[in-house]
């Protein structure tokens, strides 16, 4: 009778560990990105592809502790307005992204592809409104936070 326990309880335990491990690694589908003009965000898609102008001046740097199967990470979090707009001070659009912006720069024209997500506590925690309210930054009702798997920049006066 223990040992038939100590079976279920083992296998019931692997397969658990078997799931998440399968729920980490597995991608979030094969959804490709849709352009999307800024002003037109947050949209229904779960991925996009927008152009705006990065404030790296409220510039976050999340760390994570890792832990089997994940290693160690850091994550670079800045806000994402029009293209041009170095001005407004209420974010709409987060950026979350294993890539360093450049050094020495406030600002920068970017493209970003990636899923759009509500935020999160382990994307957005307090401490993230807190730090960029002190640099004048203040949270839309609505935020949405662009997990970035492509990122680039682009020249706005180039016609294409």
């Given at each position: ?34 352009e ?92 993230t409104?807190?730090?960029?309210a002190r ?26």
């Open positions: 009778m223990q040992r038939a326990l100590f079976i279920g309880t083992s296998v019931v335990l692997v397969l658990g560990a078997l799931a998440l491990f399968a729920y980490a690694l597995w991608p979030r589908g094969q959804t490709e990105a849709v999307v003009v800024f002003e037109d965000l947050p949209v229904d898609h779960p991925a996009v592809r927008v152009k705006g102008t990065a404030h790296f001046r409220g510039l976050i740097t999340q760390h994570s502790r890792g832990g089997l199967p994940w290693h160690p990470e850091v994550m670079y979090v800045y806000a994402l307005f029009p293209v041009g707009d170095t001005e407004s001070r209420e974010v709409r659009i987060l950026v979350r992204t294993p890539n360093p912006p450049p050094k020495r720069v406030d600002f920068g024209f970017v493209e970003v592809e990636g899923w759009l997500d509500p935020p999160r506590s382990h994307t957005v925690p307090l401490s409104e807190q730090f960029m640099g004048g930054y203040f949270f839309h009702p609505d935020l949405r936070v662009i997990e970035a798997w492509a990122l680039g920049g682009f020249d706005p006066t180039r016609q294409d």
